[in-house]
């Protein structure tokens, strides 16, 4: 099992950026893919951004060429740098592992501001 804990979040204007970081309690290295998603108010979840342990990496439409996901093994750590930002990507966002149900962090909330 693995836990998982999203930080970085916060309040921005549009344009700004920032960069969430998702901990990981045991090592992920051995963790194929790893996933950022969000939920904005009255909306389902969806993929922003995922990572395979080989470094590849598939973007939701929205945030293409704005968004980078990232991995760093030796600190268990899944990063999502965030540019560009925009008043439509306030939502929460959560770190994820697709193992059995699904993985998930308590979510970090990010709000852009116009």
């Known amino acids: 099992q693995v836990q998982l804990v999203e930080s970085g979040g916060g309040l921005v204007q549009a344009g700004g950026s920032l960069r969430l970081s998702c901990a990981a309690s045991?090592?992920?290295?051995?963790?194929?893919?790893m996933g950022w998603y969000r939920q904005a108010p009255g909306k389902g979840r969806e993929l922003v951004a995922r990572?395979?342990?080989?470094?590849?990496?598939v973007y939701g439409d929205s945030v293409k060429g704005r968004f980078t996901i990232s991995r760093d093994n030796a600190k268990n750590t899944v990063y999502l740098q965030m540019n560009s930002l925009k008043p439509e990507d306030t939502a929460v966002y959560y770190c994820?592992?697709?193992w059995g149900v699904g993985i998930w962090g308590q979510g970090t909330q990010v709000t852009v501001s116009s």
């Open positions: 994820n592992v697709p």
């Open positions: 990572i395979t342990s080989g470094g590849n990496t």
């Open positions: 045991r090592s992920i290295s051995s963790i194929t893919v």
